[in-house]
């Protein structure tokens, strides 16, 4: 029997992640009325209750210097799939960063984080390297896994498109490839590592339909 911590991949507890390091403004002294002042403080009651309601708040402070997102408690098991939603702006990629370890942890937060981790990012980072370079980053070449990967990327046109050779270099003093391409490399490298948990953010944003109905 198996036991159930070992297949934890990822642990929060009251997580509050930060990006950037400037203060909120200092707003300037209330010179209103009795009248709008006690009806100033019911709806900062109001609001105070709100937040304390809410386990998963996102919400940006500060004026273009700051933006946090708190209060997150999960825990994520091998194999198992969390979609995390919200508009643009509302801090999806500041959460993922703070798993990263590329936020500020804040307050209690707790991040436990088990085995190894794997990342494709909204822009990808490509190398000026060959293909197969950008694919592996650093990782012992494995044969029948890569192959599996070019599959599951759906990668074997894009090779043919660039002479039939996963060895052209890449990238600004190689090939440029389309934004599709460049996002299918960094699935690829995200697959490749067979790590305990995929982060992926918005990564098939330059994918064309076709692609993105069978990579799914």
Do not use: W
């Not at 105070?48 to 825990?75: I, P, Q």
């Not at 090939?175 to 699935?187: A, C, E, I, K, Y």
């Amino acid at each position: 029997i198996e036991d159930e911590s070992s297949t934890i991949a990822l642990v929060l507890e009251h997580a509050t992640f930060r990006i950037g390091n400037g203060r909120p403004p200092e707003m300037p002294p209330e010179t209103s009325s009795d009248e709008d002042n006690n009806d100033g403080k019911e709806e900062r009651e109001d609001d105070n209750k709100s937040t304390k309601s809410s386990t998963m708040d996102l919400s940006s402070r500060g004026e273009n210097t700051t933006f946090t997102v708190s209060e997150f408690t999960l825990s994520l098991h091998r194999g198992q799939v969390l979609a995390v939603c919200g508009p643009v702006g509302s801090g999806k990629s500041t959460f993922l960063s703070g798993i990263l370890d590329e936020a500020e942890s804040l307050g209690n937060t707790h991040v436990a984080k088990h085995g190894q981790f794997s990342y494709a990012p909204q822009d990808p980072f490509i190398l000026n390297q060959s293909l197969r370079d950008n694919i592996l980053f650093g990782v012992p070449y494995n044969e029948q896994r890569y192959n599996q990967v070019l599959d599951a990327c759906a990668l074997r046109p894009d090779i043919e498109q660039l002479g039939g050779s996963d060895m052209v270099q890449i990238g600004e003093r190689g090939v440029t490839l389309s934004g599709g391409q460049r996002q299918r490399v960094s699935l690829a490298r995200a697959a490749y590592v067979q790590a305990s948990c995929v982060i992926l953010d918005d990564p098939f944003r330059y994918v064309e339909e076709t692609v993105n109905s069978s990579e799914n």
